[in-house]
T-cell receptor, first 115, second 110 residues
Framework: KAGVTQTPRYLIKTRGQQVTLSCSPI?????VSWYQQTPGQGLQFLFE???????NKGNFPGRFSGRQFSNSRSEMNVSTLELGDSALYLC??????????????FGPGTRLTVL | QKEVEQDPGPLSVPEGAIVSLNCTYS??????FMWYRQYSRKGPELLMY????GNKEDGRFTAQVDKSSKYISLFIRDSQPSDSATYLC??????????FGAGTRLFVKA
């Protein structure tokens, strides 16, 4: 079974631009979560989607948004990029049983550099 | 206070040593506990998954959960240079959000 895939793997943008990252979950997984990982802050939860609905959201500004499609694929968007947005963005997918999220499996991440 | 505390290290050990990695958590409602391994410039991969207190063994790896003290551990026996990575503990209540520790960087020297 194919794992979680993320595209693109690397991105370089400049301040003020916007960016869209894509995630394809493991087949059958309907929950997709996004995380930001930086050396100083570790893994920070961004948001989680299930059945095209955002169920949970972390403490990030409104510049960070996401969506999920009917095939469970998900995208996240960051508008008006700032230098501090440089990070590894990780997507994780999981099964949902009885409405609750099971163990998460991560993709390889998208490394975003903002200049 | 963070919900999951983990010493970031780094931890450096010689090849063949027994490694002990630890986390503490604050919420007694947490039921599921995981350990992830993350190599440099890669995404975390699930290493061990446990539910409730007790030990779980998988090859050279043993995960231990002590709910009474809110303490989780990962032991690596006969450590190898290929075990050099960042190890993240994680937990959740079965709801929507997984909470991760900061990760401990481990170096195993040949």
């Amino acid at each position: 079974k194919a794992g979680v895939t993320q595209t693109p793997r690397y991105l370089i943008k400049t301040r003020g631009q916007q960016v869209t990252l894509s995630c394809s979950p493991i087949s059958g997984h309907r929950s997709v979560s996004w995380y930001q990982q930086t050396p100083g802050q570790g893994l920070q939860f961004l948001f989680e989607y299930f059945s095209e609905t955002q169920r949970n959201k972390g403490n990030f500004p409104g510049r960070f948004s996401g969506r999920q499609f009917s095939n469970s694929r998900s995208e996240m968007n960051v508008s008006t990029l700032e230098l501090g947005d440089s990070a590894l963005y990780l997507c994780a997918s999981s099964l949902v049983t009885g409405g609750q999220t099971d163990t998460q499996y991560f993709g390889p991440g998208t490394r975003l550099t903002v200049l | 206070q963070k919900e999951v505390e983990q010493d970031p290290g780094p931890l450096s050990v010689p090849e063949g040593a027994i490694v002990s990695l630890n986390c503490t958590y604050s919420n007694s409602a947490f039921q599921y506990f995981m350990w992830y391994r993350q190599y440099s410039r890669k995404g975390p991969e699930l290493l061990m998954y446990t539910y409730s207190s007790g030990n779980k063994e998988d090859g050279r790896f043993t995960a231990q959960v002590d709910k009474s003290s809110k303490y989780i551990s990962l032991f690596i026996r006969d450590s190898q240079p290929s075990d050099s990575a960042t190890y993240l503990c994680a937990t959740y209540t079965g709801g929507f959000k997984t909470i991760f520790g900061a990760g401990t960087r481990l170096f195993v020297k040949a």
